[in-house]
């Protein structure tokens, strides 16, 4: 990635996750704001090991390796952009997939596919106007653990962004307020997202 296109997604990848995150957190297993049902408690380990699965299956079902996986928490957000009050904390995980650009429809068409198999709730099914991309999301309504998969900018690979449901933190960890990384795998790097209007 050229540091031109690493500044220009610093400057996105925050509008990404708030949209990812607050979609995961308003409604659902985990919402922190708003609803009766109360909040599990996680350590940030086991739900990073949680993500870092769901990723690696989607690797696996494109045939590719899974590049620059990483994760990070931040505190729940509402439906209108409130801040949980409890320590309510969620996790972002992102990576790349190198697929060839002839390979990235049927690609998504077969983690889709693999995700309606287990269960998981497809909540969107996208190809491009010119055929050569796409993306595809799911919801995982057990876990509430939601992924995209989108065709990046330079229609080299797939770019994955994951977000887990809203925990409360175990004693001792405070995810929501720690400005740290968790890199399970491989060192970080952001992917570049493509949309139609990048064609």
Known sequence: MTFLRLKAWRRIAPFFVVLI?????????GSPLGKDEPLQTRPVAEVA????????AAATAAGASLKNWHVSTAPCMGRFGEIADNGGWDLAGFARMWVDPEDQISTLHRIRDMWQQQ?????EDHAFDDGTGGSVSMRDLETGITM???TNKSRDGLALILASACYLPVEGEDP????TTWVPTQ?????????????
């Open 49 to 56: 090991a949680r993500a870092e699965d769901r990723a690696q």
């Open 21 to 29: 995150l607050a979609a995961s957190c308003a409604s659902g297993p």
């Open 148 to 150: 995209s998969l989108t």
């Open 187 to 199: 060192p970080s790097a952001a992917p570049d997202i493509a949309s139609d209007s990048d064609k």
């Open 176 to 179: 929501a307020n720690d400005d």
């Open 119 to 123: 269960g998981y709730e497809i909540t």
